[in-house]
């Protein structure tokens, strides 16, 4: 059963920074595309960012491109999104996913693992 566990989330003022750490186990890790999303209160899931296996290529969101970075260390099994310029419609429970494949999707429902997830609340 694939693990994935997200850290790094917290409290921030506007305009801001965090890093989310997302340790995967249990997988393969360099097989897979890694993807971050996040769930806004009241709102739908909806895609922030992803990776390819091997870091290659990233895809951004239009609402984070610019003020967020994806990145990987296949050697550790973790994914990061460092965040920066963070505004208040950032706030969110964030999640990290897995999708084996090589090509990056921005379709929840193409990723079939998902962490459980991390509050970032950023106050303005």
């Known amino acids: 059963q694939v693990q994935l566990g997200e850290s790094g989330g917290g409290l921030v003022q506007a305009g801001g920074s965090l890093r989310l750490s997302c340790a995967a186990s249990?997988?393969?890790?360099?097989?897979?595309?890694m993807g971050w999303f996040r769930q806004p209160p009241g709102k739908e899931r909806e895609f922030v960012a992803a990776?390819?296996?091997?870091?290659?290529?990233?895809y951004y969101a239009d609402s984070v491109k610019g003020r967020f970075t994806i990145s990987r260390d296949n050697a550790k099994n973790t994914v990061y999104q460092q965040m920066n310029s963070l505004k208040p419609e950032d706030t969110a429970v964030y999640y990290c996913?897995?999708?084996?494949?090589?090509?990056?999707?921005?379709?929840?429902?193409?990723?079939?693992?998902w962490g459980q997830g991390t509050q970032v609340t950023v106050s303005s």
């Open positions: 996913a897995a999708r084996l494949g090589s090509y990056v999707d921005t379709r929840v429902y193409e990723y079939p693992y």
């Open positions: 990776i390819t296996w091997s870091g290659g290529s990233t």
């Open positions: 249990r997988l393969t890790f360099s097989r897979y595309v």
